[in-house]
């Protein structure tokens, strides 16, 4: 490696230092790249490219999801092709977050941009190895971090939140937030979950583009709701179309059987293309969760889960989240549970109607309506039972399809006959 001294007039402050020629800095700078994209492991991300990304997701998403899945994928392409700003990912694991980073990286360094790819926790790893363990100092490698052209911080949030570990953060962020380096951060916290000085410096919409990824799982579609924890389908693995009963020779009238005909015949077109919001009312034991449970088990068999979810338990998993010693928390629920591409909502009536299950039941509600995701309901309450606020989303034709079941309840033997265990909360206080 040559060294030598540039021809400059006396008094400029590089006059008799001695530099690299032009051929060792290029040596220099690639030595650097190279360098720096191993410790990167973006060999083992070669996969995640732009090419390989699905802009509008899985099949059967519902188009709020795919259209933030597909405004994630046109920013990270946009910020890859200008390496301008910050680009601030959100999402739950696995929705493309990751992939979309290591997309940029993987252009960048196809450009020869020297780019630093770590996950948070591996940041960290990495600057207390240089703690008497490393041929590098600690402040070469904070200095390196902090300066590198690009740099990518995947999975932010899931460090170790030690004081140290967020002052560390906090140091390389606020430094380049000031310095206006091209930075990409990933995270599945919301942002008010995000430590609050770095938080000031993500919400700075004159640098950073924030885009949420509302999409599920796409590394596992058998589970895509990300909570398995919060499904009861499993109880109702046996209540497919093939077995649902309608009950000719029973002595019904015709205006029964015609009404168990139209539920079933809109609960099979449902099933094949989950579109709006599809209603069964009718009392206890007429056959709404079976027909709930077969559009969840068609769904589920080709690849798509639903969310399947007793209303009252719903409302429990929520409560849950508020136990200090819960792992998540209630933000990231109900974020999740208002944006799962398919939910379906058993027994709507028979929660405690306090005015904090009405308000989450109307927040859920709302936001699915303005969004237009796919929701299947099942209530045997008379419409006038039912929330104002709820029903004037329900009454619109537009989206919704209300299917009234007159017939009368299934006999004893039948598993449709059993009144719901939350029965008793219905008027509860």
């Not at 188009?63 to 920013?75: G, K, M, P």
């Not at 490393?134 to 949030?157: A, H, K, M, N, P």
Request: hydrophobic share 35%.
């Amino acid at each position: 490696m040559g060294f030598v001294r540039r021809d400059l007039p006396i008094g400029h402050p590089d006059f008799g230092r001695l530099t690299l020629c032009t051929c060792a800095q290029g040596q220099a700078i690639q030595a650097t790249r190279q360098r720096l994209y191993r410790l990167s492991n973006l060999e083992a991300l070669g996969d995640k490219t732009f090419e390989s990304f699905r802009p509008r997701g899985l099949p059967g998403m519902g188009d709020y999801q795919s259209n933030s899945l597909e405004q994630a994928f046109n920013h990270a392409r946009q910020f890859a092709s200008s390496l301008n700003g910050w680009l601030f990912l959100t999402g739950t694991f696995g929705c493309g977050k990751t992939h979309l980073a290591a997309a940029v990286a993987n252009f960048a360094v196809s450009l020869g941009v020297p780019t630093l790819f770590l996950t948070v926790p591996d940041l960290l790893d990495w600057l207390r190895y240089t703690y008497g363990n490393s041929d590098v100092s600690y402040e070469e490698r904070f200095d390196e971090i902090r300066q590198t052209t690009l740099l990518i911080l995947d999975d932010f949030g899931t460090q170790n939140a030690t004081a140290w570990a967020q002052e560390k953060l906090f140091q390389i962020l606020n430094y380049r937030y000031i310095s206006r380096l091209p930075t990409i951060i990933t995270s599945n916290q919301a942002l008010d979950e995000i430590e609050e000085r770095i938080r000031s410096r993500i919400s700075d919409p004159a640098l950073v583009t924030h885009v949420a990824i509302l999409a599920p799982d796409f590394r596992n579609p058998q589970d895509d709701t990300g909570h398995p924890e919060l499904s009861s389908l499993s109880l109702h693995a046996q209540r497919t179309f093939g077995n649902f009963s309608l009950r000719q020779g029973e002595g019904l009238t015709l205006e029964d059987l015609k009404s168990l005909k139209n539920a079933f015949e809109a609960a099979r077109d449902f099933a094949e293309n989950p579109s709006g919001w599809l209603v069964f009312s009718g009392s206890y034991g007429v056959g709404k969760t079976h027909l709930a449970a077969a559009i969840a088990n068609h769904r589920a068999g080709l690849g798509l889960p639903p969310l399947f979810v007793v209303v009252p338990d719903l409302l429990d998993h929520l409560r849950a989240t508020f136990n200090p010693a819960s792992g998540t928390s209630y933000d990231r629920r109900f974020e999740d549970i208002k944006n799962d591409r398919l939910l379906i909502l058993d027994d709507l009536g028979t929660q405690s109607a306090t005015p904090w299950a009405r308000e989450k039941l109307y927040q859920l509600f709302n936001y699915r309506y303005n969004a237009e995701l796919p929701t299947v309901i099942t209530t045997a309450n008379k419409l006038e039972e039912i929330d104002p606020r709820i029903l004037s989303r329900m009454l619109d034709q537009r989206l919704c399809r209300i299917i009234g079941i007159t017939a009368p309840a299934y006999r004893s033997s039948r598993p449709d006959s059993r009144r719901p265990a939350h029965k008793t909360r219905r008027n509860a206080s």
